[in-house]
């Protein structure tokens, strides 16, 4: 069904493409969005690349990790090095850009619609750049929260001012004992980022699922926009666009493939009726040349 030969596509088709996303937006009640860590990688943050590679370059000597994912986990000796390389890595993947042009440049095409945003990044780009964070779901966790490191109780607490102590205070790939992080009640903390059985959903969490499901359900006998961006295997245990909620189904549509793909679909009265897609390749074409 897809084909692995890159293509030319010429600049008058990406006019059409254009045009004809913005005519589905037009004519759609609802849009949906499922987003995954490709989006934010053809936004500009790439967990592997020169960005990466400058600002870790130290943890890169000294310990050989290759990408931010994977530094996650690795078994440091010590929790002051542990925590070195975390506020490192929130700061670089959280706070230090800001909103990207790409998610600004998304926003404003469904900023009149009724819409509402799946997705398993973790990164906060969707709030930063405005989108109505009551009609964002991040299923995954956020960068910007620790959680009790054993998962009870269900609170989160905001990192980012031990992120702004701890940030100069690195030394030897180490911070001081400390600015170790820890609960008010001095308990060991972790990232609210999905891992394992530990991980927190807390009152937010479970208010999001739950407009979601409202949400999929007030929209699904009508004219529904999916527009998936960014999707891939990374955690295929929680698609960013799981299309259904309690008793209510929209109609699958073809088999995910790669991250890199773009993929609009529309329905309506829970028929299909309609579907666009097109592989984008790392070297050929990019999502935030193809979005108006």
């Known amino acids: 069904m897809f084909s692995s030969t890159k293509t030319s596509i010429s600049t008058g088709n990406f006019s059409e493409r254009k045009e004809w996303l913005r005519e589905q937006i037009a004519q759609a009640d609802y849009v949906l969005i499922g987003a995954g860590a490709g989006l934010t990688t053809a936004a500009g943050i790439d967990y592997a690349g020169e960005d990466f590679r400058r600002e870790f370059r130290e943890w890169i000597d000294r310990y050989g990790i290759t990408d931010l994912y994977s530094a996650g986990f690795y078994p440091f000796k010590t929790e002051r090095e ?34 509402f945003v799946i997705t ?14 009551e009609r964002i779901f991040a299923t995954q966790g956020d960068y910007s929260f620790f959680q009790p490191a054993s998962g009870s109780p269900k609170e989160l607490y905001y990192n980012k001012e031990w992120v702004e102590r701890a940030l100069p205070a690195i030394h030897d790939c180490r911070i001081p004992t400390e600015l170790i992080p820890h609960t008010p009640n001095g308990a060991p903390v972790s990232m609210n980022l999905r891992c394992d059985d530990t991980f927190v959903e807390d009152s937010h969490w479970h208010r999001q699922a739950k407009r979601y499901n409202d949400f999929v359900c007030k929209a699904s006998d009508k004219s529904l926009l999916l ?64 979005l108006p």
């Open 120 to 133: 398993t990044n973790v990164d906060g780009q969707f709030e930063m750049a405005g989108f109505d964070v």
């Open 82 to 115: 542990r925590w070195a390389l975390w506020a490192k890595h929130i700061w670089f993947s959280r706070y230090r850009t800001g909103a990207l042009p790409l998610y600004k440049r998304l926003l404003k095409l469904v900023d009149d619609k009724d819409y």
């Open 227 to 290: 527009l998936e961006f960014g999707v891939g295997f990374n955690t295929p245990g929680h698609h960013p666009l799981p299309l259904r909620a309690d008793g209510c189904t929209i109609p699958r549509r073809h088999p995910r493939t790669f991250q890199s793909r773009l993929s609009a679909t529309i329905f309506t009265r829970n028929q299909k009726l309609r579907r666009y897609h097109r592989r984008h390749y790392k070297n050929n074409l990019r999502l935030d040349s193809f």
